[in-house]
């Protein structure tokens, strides 16, 4: 057996393989430089064309691109109505933005467990949640991997629910041949540097409603619009705006749109990446009983943001600890994603109690995101699997 990095062994990687990284192009350079020397660096030509590629990316009919992931969830929630005395149920296992946006609102997230295979919201745990105050659903494509959106559509449409789909981690995912983006009442999107396409900082907000569209592009630009549709006084002349709602100052800069416009032609490029490291992963570990992986009844057409791998730490007598530091010991940057929200110190202090979602405690204590990104190496990815290998080796031995 070998020894552990951890213990002063040999570290499997020489260098620290990162778990996410962008990707820039020198084209994705050439188009935020060209906006530099053009007439508009915010609210100009870039913005626009961005949200049309979006359009056409997500299917969808209506774009908002927006500053970040989190102003999108917010934009989302208040073009919802959410307000004081809602609750909206809200997936247990995700970025604490996507419950945050409906507190921004007044209202009361309530959070749903998990499906034991899929890691994602599970119907069931959506309908168990259901009072005469819930408005809404935030359901997250954990990992890319799609929500069960025909479930949870059949949900809100009996109970009267805007569905709303924080699809942060599933640029790139389709279902049934439709993208992410089209699937949901509203779907928000983050172009954080650690998702698959990136704009620095940015969001966007897609719908195929008219009428909340209307109001997401309203509470994303200050409440203010110069549509002579919406004017009250439609003929005070052209300089004249009204402002209809208390909205937010969440645009987008032209910079980030022309960075985002040329990440979205790679987007082929990238989901094909991810799912290829997938399917190796997968492939790897799927003769080792001791972890597992993300179900996903449609790989085809996922595009991966993230690779959790669940070790079964009670048969291997450890704990997810030790398998992470020795990890990075070995050179593999590994994260965890996520404490479920309601574990946060301040969902904790508000009265949430720690064991409300079972099944995501039972994966917030065993999971592990490895490596995945379009610039990973095969060579790396074998360093990320050698390791794991090694590490369970040990495990093995230690506990016999
Ligand atoms: C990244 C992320 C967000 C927030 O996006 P930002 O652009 O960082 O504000 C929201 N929800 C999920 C699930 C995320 O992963």
Redesign the pocket.
Known sequence: MQTLAIEGGKPTSDHMIGYGHQSISEEDVRAIVDVLHGDFLTCGPATEAFEEDLKEVTGTSFVTAVA??????HVACLAAGIGFGDEVVV?SI??A??ANCVLYCGGTPVFADIDPDTWNISPDAIRSRITSKTKAVIA???GGVHVDSDAIRAICEEHNLVFIE?A??AIGTSHNGAAVGSLADIT?F???P??TVTTG???AVTTNDPALAERIALFAKHGITRDVNLLRNPDEGGWYYEQLELGYNYRMSDIQAALGSSQLTRLGEFSARRRELVAFYNREFSDIPEVSFQKDVSPGETTR?LYVLRFDVETLKTSRRFIYDALRAEGIGVNV?YLPVYRLPYYQDKGYPADCCPQANCFYEEAITLPLHFGLADEEAQHVVDAVRKIIDYCRAVSR
């Open positions: 970040n992931g989190t102003a999108a969830l997936s995700t970025f933005a996507s997250v494509d954990f924080d942060a981690h928000t983050s172009f954080h650690v998702k900082e940015g969001g943001h994603h």
